[in-house]
């Protein structure tokens, strides 16, 4: 397969991150073509091809791709299809093969479809990233999780409503040109100034509102479609959103062959490798942490993974690596400790290592911390949005009125430290 002469099909998944991504991987020389949306016919053609036992997010992937090539807009003799696997007993390692068997039932078995693995499961001559291009990448991810950060906190509290999106899209074209062609300074200088543009949006400082975190399967997460547009649905119940960094996902991987080397007692070279890939990832990650905390606006930074990992072993072990594993405990240990309680844990239906690692540690946690309010949520193709609705307004309402119960004990500390000083007058 020539590069120049193939597209290269992306489902989509993290639209800030994958807005970058595609710029990133154009400028090294592949036509990849972003598939941004998804519909209700998406799901219906990924159901041809895709069993519904299956996961949510292989039928939407599928969807989108098979979409694509009955649209008429490729050639399919000049264009491949992309999609990542995580390796290990999670059935997105089955992704390839389903969209393989649904590319040919189709009636496009020329088509090639291309595995992005660190796992090493599949080889692809034609699709080789240089450490230029893996840069780059990083890069992108880096970008696209400020700006994530960025975007939900100032929405959430702006003055003026608007300016956080139009700064939103200001950033978003510097950014797809500082990944692709920027030095680590000139890297390093835009973080900053991104973050000062964003300090200059005014916020209402008399809301107090209720912050969410999500976490859950990569796919649905992220994926606006995916999780019913959870995060547009919790904006506008008067929560603010907080999102996981991309990033952390992409270190849990690396950092996976480490943690397997240490616990079977084999795999030296591996586990170098990826402590050597994990101090590269934090090298360059380390602007976004220093601006974000010089901030006044209360950012979540982003996390040292093995200190995530230490404390998801309060929980488990960190041999849990099949899908999310012990990462997506960690998650939920780093938002409560970080002050954000209220937590929603979105999954696939039937994503057995998800719902292991998700809801399955849900009463341990609530056991450590007491104040947990966790709310775990699935997602399918026959899925009730009111069902859905109804269990993220209940975690809600223990939110608001965790919240009231807050504002009060502050009120009646400031009431008892006045009366005090009236007392010594």
Same mark, same amino acid.
């Given at each position: ?8 099909? =992306?489902?989509?998944? /993290? ?9 990133? $991987? ?5 036509? *990849? ?26 039928? $939407? ?18 264009? /491949? ?9 999670? #059935? ?9 068997? /649904?590319?040919?039932?189709? %009636? ?41 950060? &960025? =975007? ?42 991104? *973050?000062?543009?964003?300090?200059? @949006? ?12 999500? *976490? ?24 603010? =959103? ?5 990033? %952390? ?42 601006? &974000? ?46 002050? @954000? ?24 946690? #609530? ?6 309010? @966790? ?6 193709? %026959? ?7 109804? #269990? ?10 965790? &919240?009231?119960?807050?504002? #009060?004990?502050? *009120? ?14």
């Amino acid at each position: 397969m020539n590069k120049n002469k193939y597209t290269i099909l =992306v489902p989509q998944m /993290a639209p800030i991150h994958f807005e970058l991504l595609e710029a990133s $991987l154009k400028s090294s020389g592949y036509n *990849v073509k972003l598939l941004r949306t998804c519909t209700n016919d998406t799901v219906s053609t990924g159901l041809k091809y895709v069993n519904n036992d299956s996961c949510y997010p292989s039928i $939407l992937t599928t969807g989108q791709l098979i979409e694509a090539l009955e649209s008429g807009k490729y050639d399919p003799d000049r264009t /491949a299809v992309i999609m990542s696997q995580t390796g290990g007993g999670c #059935r997105a390692t089955n992704y390839i093969g389903f969209i393989r068997k /649904a590319v040919k039932d189709a %009636g496009f078995p020329q088509v090639p479809v291309i595995s992005f693995n660190v796992a090493g499961l599949e080889k692809n001559s034609a699709f080789k990233l240089s450490f230029k291009t893996f840069i780059k990448l990083i890069k992108s991810i880096i970008y696209g999780d400020l700006l994530q950060k &960025l =975007v939900n906190k100032n929405k959430a509290y702006e003055v003026n409503k608007g300016e956080t999106e139009a700064l939103y899209n200001e950033w978003l074209c510097k950014c797809k040109k500082l990944a692709v062609k920027s030095s680590y300074r000139e890297f390093k200088k835009s973080i900053f100034s991104m *973050v000062n543009d964003f300090e200059k @949006i005014e916020l209402d400082k008399t809301l107090t509102k209720p912050r969410v975190g999500i *976490v859950g399967e990569i796919l649905i997460k992220y994926h606006p479609f995916g999780n019913n547009y959870i995060e547009e649905y919790l904006n506008k119940e008067g929560a603010e =959103v907080v999102m996981p960094d991309f990033m %952390g996902f992409v270190k849990y991987v690396v950092a996976n062959q480490a943690i397997s080397g240490k616990l079977l007692k084999k795999g030296k070279l591996k586990s170098a490798v990826s402590k050597i890939g994990i101090n590269i990832i934090n090298r360059i990650e380390k602007a976004s942490k220093t601006a &974000l905390s010089k901030s006044s606006k209360g950012y979540l930074l982003p996390a040292d993974i093995w200190h995530l990992e230490s404390q998801a072993q309060k929980v488990l072990s960190s041999g849990n690596q099949t899908g999310e594993g012990w990462f997506l405990t960690a998650e939920m240990i780093e938002y409560i400790e970080n002050d @954000i309680p209220n937590i929603v844990c979105v999954q696939p239906f039937a994503c057995l290592p998800n719902h292991i690692v998700g809801k399955g540690v849900i009463k341990t946690i #609530r056991n450590l911390y007491p104040n947990a309010n @966790i709310s775990a949520i699935d997602y399918d193709p %026959g899925s009730s949005a009111s069902n859905q609705i109804n #269990r993220i307004k209940l975690m809600l309402t223990v939110a608001n009125d965790n &919240l009231d119960r807050e504002k #009060r004990k502050m *009120v009646h500390i400031l009431i008892e430290n006045k009366e005090k000083e009236t007392v010594k007058i």
